[in-house]
């Protein structure tokens, strides 16, 4: 059974580094059939993908964040992490990790969707 | 949202309804759409993939299409547990690849 077990402070500073981690159990980390992702929901918003990696470290990132978005893995460990920079209220909510299915086609990358989910971090950002 | 969905649907018990999602041909267009299901307090939950395939699991009341740069999604047989946000979303290939999800669409069971 596929578990994502998340880790990390469910409290922030503005201006300051969120820092949440994800251990993977279930499945190896370094299978080539998966990227590991960061999906976000804001209170009383929809979800907003993040980011994800693959297990040699290839990413992709939101263009909205990736100024500010740091993801990292850790095959060793099984866990994969995301850092997000100078966070404002704007960043409060629940983050989730996610296994995602993104396969390279000729034409492109075409994803198969977020099929294992972590059980979410509720982030407040204090002042 | 770069895929629009309409903000809200609503269907008596037993009722079909259907939740729309417009894109375009970087998106959904090219590599088709997933749907998520969303309630509060959980993770959302994958309830379809590329278009029409239902994970294992999925009831077969929930089923999916797409035409063009457009995609649907259709739950029939409406039951009270099926009130929940539900969530479009799709790989994009601009600006180096991304995803992006829906608005999201809030469905009451009257």
């Known amino acids: 059974q596929v578990q994502l077990q998340q880790s990390g402070p469910g409290r922030v500073k503005s201006s300051e580094t969120l820092s949440l981690t994800c251990s993977v159990s279930g499945v190896s980390i370094s299978s080539t059939s998966y990227y590991w992702a960061w999906v976000r929901q804001s209170p009383g918003k929809g979800l907003e993908w993040i980011g994800n990696?693959?297990?040699?470290?290839?990413?992709f990132n939101n263009p909205s964040l990736e100024s500010r978005v740091t993801t990292s893995i850790d095959t060793s460990k099984h866990q994969f992490s995301l850092n997000l920079t100078s966070v404002t209220a704007a960043d409060g909510g629940v983050y989730y990790c996610?296994?995602?299915?993104?396969?390279?086609?000729?034409?492109?990358?075409?994803?198969?969707?977020?099929?294992?989910w972590g059980q979410g971090t509720t982030v407040t950002v204090s002042s | 949202s770069v895929l629009t969905q309409p903000p809200s649907v609503s269907g008596a018990p037993g009722q079909r309804i259907s939740i729309s999602c417009s894109g375009g041909t970087s998106n959904i267009g090219t590599f088709g759409v997933n749907w998520y299901q969303s309630l509060p307090g959980t993770a959302p939950k994958l309830i379809m993939s590329r278009n029409n395939q239902r994970p294992s699991g999925v009831p077969a009341r929930f089923s999916g299409s797409k035409s063009g740069t457009s995609a649907s999604l259709a739950i029939s047989g409406l039951l009270p547990d099926d009130e929940a946000d539900y969530y479009c979303a799709a790989w994009d290939d601009t600006v180096k690849g991304h995803m992006v999800f829906g608005g999201g669409t809030t469905l009451t069971v009257l």
């Open positions: 996610a296994r995602q299915t993104l396969i390279k086609y000729s034409y492109g990358y075409v994803d198969f969707g977020l099929d294992v």
């Open positions: 990696i693959y297990y040699n470290g290839i990413t």
